[in-house]
């Protein structure tokens, strides 16, 4: 809360949110940029969600905010990664000063945004949701990526978001990235959502995985804890 209060009163022409995906996407992490989003917009700030056009919906209404734009380029999946041709043009069209928030998940994106965001003369923020594994037939090309590109991306953020301390640990030992710079700021829920009692429907606890059945959600690590809790 204290990292967002400061940034909100940063004289910051345009607070940009840069996400590959973005609702009616599926993820959590297209859930995590829009809360983001509409509730920044909330406080008076001036919003532009910049993601691509994969898994959009014509049918599919945006928040209606004042301050709140999205902007969806046109874009399509290569190799397992999202490609925007036309994204560093977007971004270095922005107002001189803003503020490029980028979702870090996908390869490459991060860069363009911090490229973008130095030439501009803007603050660059990077908010790190996983540490993504190589996979698919271009995955030594993104293993090459997370030992040159990527690290150098993070150390360079005027600030890096993580969720945890355990993602703290992993950014400041793997990656390099100053302790200084990492702020811990943990995934919530927005307003609304609240409960105020908690219900146990079962007698036995059960357990539900709700996601991808992809490399980054890891199933087997899920099955292999399993075998050590007791009935």
Do not use: C
Request: charge should be positive; avoid cysteine; charged fraction near 20%.
């Amino acid at each position: 809360l204290r990292v967002f209060e400061e940034t909100q009163e940063l004289p910051y022409p345009k607070n940009i949110q840069i996400v590959a995906y973005y609702p009616p996407a599926l993820g959590g992490m297209e859930r995590v940029a829009e809360n983001l989003a509409v509730e920044l917009a909330e406080t008076g700030q001036a919003v532009e969600v910049v993601t691509s056009s994969i898994g959009y919906s014509t049918k599919f209404q945006d928040h209606k905010k004042d301050g709140y734009t999205v902007s969806r380029l046109a874009g399509r999946m290569v190799g397992g990664l999202p490609v925007i041709p036309a994204l560093f043009w977007h971004l270095v069209r922005q107002p001189h000063g803003s503020l490029y928030h980028v979702h870090v998940a996908q390869a490459f994106l991060p860069e363009l945004a911090l490229l973008a965001a130095r030439l501009r003369g803007g603050m660059f923020v990077a908010h790190f949701h996983l540490d993504a594994i190589p996979s698919g037939k271009f995955g030594a090309l993104f293993a090459a990526y997370k030992r040159t590109l990527f690290p150098y991306m993070l150390r360079h953020a005027d600030r890096v978001i993580v969720f945890s301390e355990d993602q703290k640990k992993l950014v400041e030992e793997k990656y390099g990235v100053a302790s200084a710079s990492v702020h811990i700021v943990p995934n919530g829920i927005r307003r609304g959502f609240e409960r105020s009692e908690v219900k146990t429907l079962h007698r036995r606890p059960r357990l539900l995985f709700v996601g991808r059945l992809s490399h980054q959600k890891n199933i087997g690590f899920l099955l292999h804890a399993l075998s050590g809790v007791s009935e």
